[in-house]
């Protein structure tokens, strides 16, 4: 890996640490040094992968997947910092991808769900098992209760 993304990937995970320990939002003064910081790291990545000019022919020239980081990163710096910021918004998005993916995966190995009936019926299914998983329940004693008659009910908060 290059020294510019071991730097971010540190930077990000000393901020994450500072951010657990606050508790809180940083200060604006901490906000302004880390983000000087973050300048400096993409500014370095970005004279190791320069944007491809031109070729002439027609649509954008085609960048490395480096370069095209780079350019995610500087235009969404505002979400990618957002964790700094908000006390809502997570350091990482796992479980948002979690939630994705065992629908993907059952698509690859199946080949695709039969019917969209049956795709409709696993992502409720899924979504409300995730839900009462995030609340702390326990998913055998819901099973049981929702095939007995009497399933439990996510708290909407």
Not at 66 to 78: G, V
């Amino acid at each position: 890996m290059s020294t510019a993304g071991s730097r971010l990937i540190d930077l990000l995970l000393e901020v994450c640490h500072e951010v657990n320990i606050a508790g809180a939002p940083l200060q604006p003064e901490r906000i302004t040094q880390i983000l000087l910081r973050y300048e400096e790291i993409l500014v370095e990545g970005e004279s190791g992968n320069p944007l491809v000019s031109a070729t002439g022919r027609r649509g954008r020239a085609k960048q490395s997947k480096a370069t095209n980081l780079l350019l995610r990163l500087r235009l969404y710096a505002d979400d990618v910092w957002r964790f700094m910021t908000d006390q809502d918004v997570p350091f990482t998005n796992n479980i948002a991808e979690q939630a994705v993916r065992m629908p993907k995966v059952k698509q690859k190995i199946s080949g695709g769900f039969r019917t969209q009936n049956g795709a409709e019926a696993f992502c409720v299914i899924r979504s409300y098992l995730a839900s009462l998983h995030k609340q702390g329940e326990s998913l055998f004693h819901a099973l049981t209760k929702t095939f007995q008659g009497n399933p439990p009910q996510p708290r909407f908060s």
